[in-house]
């Protein structure tokens, strides 16, 4: 049975779109959404078979059928993420805008659709520190960061009040808040039941005190992107009038295509007119959005990374930049690691981000960071998952491609049959995408999926 709409809802949106239009926009949201996917350029380039681009997002694509992704071992390598089309809009601000690829930080992360759009956009010049402040969800965002699989990512688990020493740090801050949820009334009518006006000025209100952070976060010339998945005022051209009330910024517009049916909302304030830009589900293909772009001043304040002499850590252990250029050696991988020891193993960043990194383990409680690349062992590796699901090399090993059913065999973690298969460490790949890592030993197989990752459903 349908669930329907909250009368209040109903009346608010027939205020914000006229009686005519809001017929539309009810018929719209009573029907099926369309299934999209953002494929990860680092690990596959092929557009998928039976798709269509989404023209604002370089790598979206429109599915003509949603297929179960669980049963797809492509999935599972991290060859492409599933993101309803309206977010992929975050693509088209950071390329129309040409922002410059430096330290970026998504502060409500989880899971990580966004996150990984922007570690795709920064790639191999920039970091992002993807946080979640509710840890069970930073789990899952460390799953899919590790999928991802490029290595310039740090995951955090915070409050945004814990990124306060962090004033002015960011180049970019993007705050996809908890908000209403009014544009997943369609893709999820369970969300029409948790609505109600006093929800609405709830949310409004955690989300000032978040921006109240978020703001104070973003370094001199840098941007802040706010964005929501409802449609109200409240949450939305309210924030605007908020932020430019508790600091100073200056109004950025996104150029937009006409065809696009995105429709541009405009706020004046005391700093002139600023923008906002609202998804509506009958007038675009995806689910109901709102973004607003906003750009430092240039004589703001910037908090430089400084020197942190003698590193010290708690549980990190600094390995030292002779020591990370041997291992980058070892490994056939571009010289320019900084490596640190957690636990024995060893993880890899860019030693470009050190200081930067170095200052983020200072105020922050860290889920995960770089590449694990996994402990060594007298002169050999015991190589991590996270390396398998990375993009750098893996030379040495030997490789096995699995058949599609083999590949769901090795996900579920049983053991794949396998003919002639050599003893040792085997990188397992599906379609060349490396999936992990098993170990031959002759009399036996060890599957080394990580067990809180395996799937659990049948074809
Ligand atoms: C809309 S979701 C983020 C979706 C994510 N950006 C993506 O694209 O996959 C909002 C996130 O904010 C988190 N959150 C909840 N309360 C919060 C708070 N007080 N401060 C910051 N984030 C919060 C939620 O746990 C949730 O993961």
Sequence with gaps: MSISLPSDFQSRMKTQLGETEYELFEKAINQDSKTSIRTNPDKSSQAPEDSEQIPWAQNGYFLNERPSFTLDPSFHAGAYYVQEASSMFIDHILRSLQVPKELFLDLSAAPGGKSTLLSSYLGKDGFLVANEVIQSRAQILKENIIKWGLGNTLVSNNDPEHFEPLEGFFDLVLVDAPCSGEGMFRKDPQARNEWSPDHVTLCASRQKRIMDRAGSLVAASGYLIYSTCTFNEQENEEMIEFLTSEFSYKPVRIPLDPNWNIRETQVETEDGTFYGYRFYPHLVDGEGFFVTVMQRPDDAYILPPGKIKDYKHPFLKEVSPKDSNSIDEELGFPLSGQYYQLNDSYFRIESEWKAYFEKLTQHLSIRYFGVEIGKKQKNDWIPSHEWALSTLPKNGFQVVNLEKDQALEFLRKNDPVIENMPTGW??????????????????????????????????
């Design 426 to 459: 085997i990188m397992v790949t599906y379609n060349s995408l490396p999936l992990g890592w098993i170990k031959n030993l002759g009399n036996r197989i060890n599957n080394y999926y990580p067990k809180e990752w395996r799937i659990r459903i049948q074809d």
